[in-house]
């Protein structure tokens, strides 16, 4: 495991390796960016030193987060028990840590959380600052915490949200105020998410609900199925955006292969990045291109106001969508390693709450997708279960 | 997806794969390009698109320059650097 370690205390957070630090290099999983210290640090970082906690590690993460659990980072993968999990849910179960702070780019973080048993949130996009992150997927990434329980992880986002000046997509502060707890009494389950190992855990925690005096109805949630595939071209062509800057001249990795200045920047970023990262960059580049830009590109962005618009009408009846994490209940990193685009495939759960931004929290091994501004009650919810 | 397409993306976004890579990423954009079939099974002729999900305001600042860094600092990090500058290759002969 890739995990700097400096003095440990009860109150030890870890950040994991998109979100920037002085006193420790941040990497993104990539080689492109190994041993990089930051001259300042993420507002997340400000706000939870100030408020006495101690950023004691840093967490590896799979390339800029793109993948399953962070099988593509250049530090190698993480795996405990034989399974594939996050440095950062490691961290978190394994007791050195009471949370983890993460960029969630694109769902290793709560598969990470469900996988191994521990509470997850991730907050309503704009609600917590993401000055100070390493950009990927800048309309949907978002800054979370992950905890061993409900309570914990509600502490530690009540300390990073709020309205930050340093961030062009913070919501304003009174925005960024989600005390009010409503009790949560229908969920709806999407059967279209209702599909490989993930089920079953849906299954286990209808019961619980239902013991809760929770009315809990299937739905159809065909639309929710779009989300998977607006999401993964929104996702590429941020990506391809947000990497066009690394090119081996003022900072990050130089190929020591080159004489001309395409060369440098060529062999730089081919020798820098991974398999998945150059396949998600020519991707978006793809999707970007004159050829493509309306009937792929803007076509997804009108998507995603269709999605948003979906879920507001689900959320007219119900107070939370309860749905899988992921299609299995563990992984290998062999078989992550294997298939590379596995993300793209698993984005079908995590898709919805990312490309619109409300509330999701993972307890059990299951998600509670919620409206914007609704993590008090999810979590209030997740401390009863 | 024609190979030379994937060429040409490859020289926009200054990235060489191999052989192996191509033929992998050929298969990929087969099933990348579903995604976009998908979609275009939704009319969204009266749909606004949405790049981001909550509204945004220009955060305004004085227009007063801030030395946030010295130069020394930020070269901390550069590959290579002489004399206060970065080195990159000849441009022009």
């Known amino acids: 495991m890739y995990i700097a370690e400096t003095e440990k ?3 030890n957070i870890v950040v994991d390796d998109m979100i920037l630090t002085t006193d420790m290099a941040t990497s993104a999983g990539s080689r492109m960016l190994d041993g990089y210290i930051s001259l300042f640090e993420a507002e997340a970082v400000t706000k939870l030193t100030e408020a006495g906690y101690k950023v004691y590690a840093k967490a590896n993460t799979g390339e800029f987060n793109l993948d399953l659990m962070g099988e593509t980072s250049f530090y190698g993968p993480v795996e405990a028990d034989g399974v594939l999990t996050t440095a950062a849910a490691q961290a978190v179960k394994s007791g050195d840590a009471m949370a983890a702070v993460t960029l969630e780019v694109n769902g290793s973080s709560a598969r990470g959380a469900a996988l191994a048993g521990l509470t997850f949130v991730k907050p309503t996009y704009g609600t917590v600052s993401r000055f100070g992150t390493i950009p990927a997927v800048c309309s949907g990434e978002t800054v979370c915490v992950t905890a061993a329980d409900a309570a914990t992880a509600k502490e530690v986002l009540w300390t990073i949200k709020g309205h930050s ?3 062009g997509t913070s919501l304003p502060q009174e925005k960024c105020v989600f005390d009010e707890v409503k009790e949560i009494k229908k969920v709806a389950v999407a059967k279209s998410l209702m599909v490989g190992e993930g089920a079953a855990k849906v299954e286990e925690m209808k019961a619980k609900l239902s013991a809760q005096g929770i009315e809990v109805v299937e739905i159809d949630g065909e639309e929710l ?6 999401w993964n071209i929104l996702m590429s062509a941020e990506l391809c955006n947000n990497v066009s800057k690394y090119d081996g001249v003022k900072y990050g990795y130089r190929t020591p292969n ?6 440098l920047y060529t062999n730089s970023r081919t020798e820098a990045f991974g398999y998945l990262t150059k396949s998600v960059v020519l991707f978006g580049s793809e999707t970007l291109s004159e050829d493509n830009y309306f009937k ?3 076509k997804a962005q009108r998507i995603r106001r269709v999605i948003c618009e979906a879920l507001a009408k689900v959320f007219g009846e119900f107070d939370a969508i309860l749905a899988p994490v992921s299609s299995k209940l563990s992984y290998t990193a062999e078989e992550a390693i294997a298939n590379p685009y596995i993300a793209y495939e698993e984005s079908l759960y995590i898709a919805p709450a990312m490309i619109s ?16 501004f609704s993590e008090s009650s999810l979590l209030a919810l997740a401390e009863k279960l | 997806m024609d190979i030379k397409t994937l060429e040409r993306l490859q020289k926009l976004n200054q990235l060489k794969l191999t052989e192996e890579e191509t033929e992998k990423l050929m298969a990929f954009f087969e099933t990348a390009g579903k995604d976009a079939e998908i979609l275009d099974t939704v009319n969204t002729e009266n749909v606004e698109r949405m790049v981001y999900v909550m509204p945004m305001t220009n955060i305004i600042r004085e227009d007063i320059a801030k030395k946030l860094f010295t130069r020394d600092q930020l070269q901390e990090q550069a590959p290579e650097a002489m004399d206060g500058y970065w080195q990159v290759p000849r441009l022009v002969d």
Not at chain 1, 258 to 263: L, R
Not at chain 1, 358 to 368: E, F, M, S, Y
């Open chain 1, 296 to 298: 792929v590109y803007d």
């Open chain 1, 165 to 167: 000046d340093k961030d």
């Open chain 1, 258 to 263: 080159y004489e001309t200045i395409d060369q």
């Open chain 1, 225 to 230: 199925l779009l989300a998977k595939s607006a």
């Open chain 1, 357 to 372: 931004g409300v509330p999701a929290v993972v307890t059990d091994g299951v998600q509670l997708v919620g409206p914007a």
């Open chain 1, 9 to 11: 205390s009860v109150k």
